[in-house]
């Protein structure tokens, strides 16, 4: 009796092999799949953290915004003998603003490698550009900026304080002598030094204004790309 070639030791020998590389490549294949969909998932949850973020960074923009706009209001009324003065020329212009960076989410994308399954090219690019860019931008003009409100503090306590009354929730105001407040209006150092402090914070209220415009395009991409 003739031999069937599906009895014979070769063939069942190259067919134990043809199954174990098919149930490797296929357990492969479901792994692969598994490990996209989890770092798919883990993107979604990293993108809607990054939106909390954005929306801290959007709060906290808005309020440095009319904070350096109140400053250089202060600036100009100090400096602007029509105007009778008040304490709150000088309380509410030494100062500064100090920049809280909300990034740990995008960190999170970009250190779990989550960051390049965003399908979006042009979601990847502006994240890129907002949080290396934007906040390199911002975190530069706040140093510049605490290095003129430093340098204006030099020269400021060279003048008597003759009190300090702390305003919970509001600004402290500092109370100069009298003869010393006439001393300050007409200190023309002090003037050039507050006039170049008030050029930074303008720059800092341009970056400020850009980078809110940029966070109202990546919250529409972000939740695009969440709803893929």
């Known amino acids: 009796m003739k031999k069937s070639i599906f009895t014979s030791p070769v063939f069942r020998y190259v067919f134990e092999i043809i199954v174990i590389v098919f149930s490797v490549t296929l357990s ?3 792994q692969d799949v598994l490990n996209k969909r989890e770092k798919i998932e ?5 993108l809607q953290g990054v939106l909390i973020e954005l929306e801290k960074d959007r709060k906290g923009f808005e309020y440095a915004d009319s904070y350096n706009k109140q400053r250089l209001s202060y600036i100009d009324s100090l ?5 009778s003065f008040k304490s709150l020329y000088i309380s509410g212009m030494w100062s ?10 995008f960190d999170g994308l970009v250190s779990t490698g989550a960051l ?3 399908e979006s ?3 990847q690019s502006e994240l890129s550009d907002y949080y290396n860019f934007h906040y390199t931008q911002i975190k530069t003009a706040v140093f510049t900026d605490n290095l ?3 340098r204006f503090s030099d020269r400021l306590t060279n003048y008597k304080i003759d009190s300090v009354a702390y305003n919970k929730g509001s600004l402290s105001e500092h109370h100069f002598n009298p003869i010393d407040v006439k001393l300050i209006r007409n200190d023309a150092k002090l003037k050039s030094s507050a006039l170049d402090w008030s050029l930074y914070i303008n720059m800092e209220i341009d970056h400020i204004n850009s980078a809110k415009k940029k966070i ?6 972000i939740n695009q790309e969440i709803k893929k």
């Open 28 to 30: 492969f294949y479901i």
């Open 42 to 46: 883990e993107k979604n949850r990293g």
């Open 79 to 83: 400096f602007d003998l029509s105007y």
């Open 96 to 105: 500064n603003f100090e920049m809280l960076q909300n990034k740990r989410y």
């Open 116 to 118: 390049e399954f965003i």
């Open 121 to 123: 090219k042009q979601l």
């Open 148 to 150: 003129s409100f430093n």
């Open 216 to 221: 109202l395009l990546l919250k529409e991409l």
